[in-house]
């Protein structure tokens, strides 16, 4: 509530909605059902900036949006995560991967815990995970893409 002109538009940059925001017909005295869900997240994270929390806890921060969107959240998330600690939790592997700490759950239990290194040499849940998630983007054929 304290937040200066220029505080607010810092966070929205750092969350990546700020160019969105002045192409807005009100700015930023738009209200937030004019905004797409993914714009909504951004304007969460902007507040999340605005308060600078010394804990964040995130539970799957980027459901149900596009790549475009999943893209500018997951560079926020990444600027979120500085000095703070950050809990998260996601299906989306790309979001975690480099993470202190991973914390694998299945039917309610903790089954590994560790680096994405150390569970992957570990071969147990999270490679399966892993390999899953990796098939089901197609990683060879987008690593093709990206040399060719």
Do not use: C, W
């Not at 997951?74 to 950050?86: A, C, G, H, P, W």
């Amino acid at each position: 509530m304290n937040a200066t002109d220029e505080d607010i538009i810092i966070a929205a940059k750092k969350a990546s909605i700020h160019e969105q925001i002045i192409n807005l017909a009100e700015g930023y005295e738009s209200t937030a059902k004019s905004l797409s869900g993914g714009q909504q997240q951004r304007i969460a994270l902007a507040r999340m900036f605005l308060k600078d929390p010394p804990i964040v806890f995130l539970d799957e921060p980027t459901a149900s949006l596009d790549a475009i969107a999943s893209q500018q959240v997951k560079k926020s998330l990444d600027l979120i995560k500085k000095d703070r600690t950050v809990i998260m939790v996601s299906h989306n592997i790309a979001q975690i991967i480099d993470a202190d700490d991973l914390v694998v759950i299945e039917d309610g239990r903790v089954v590994e815990t560790g680096t994405h290194e150390a569970l992957y040499e570990k071969h147990g849940k999270y490679f399966e995970i892993f390999n899953a998630m990796s098939d089901s983007l197609n990683l060879d054929k987008i690593s093709q893409t990206l040399k060719g």
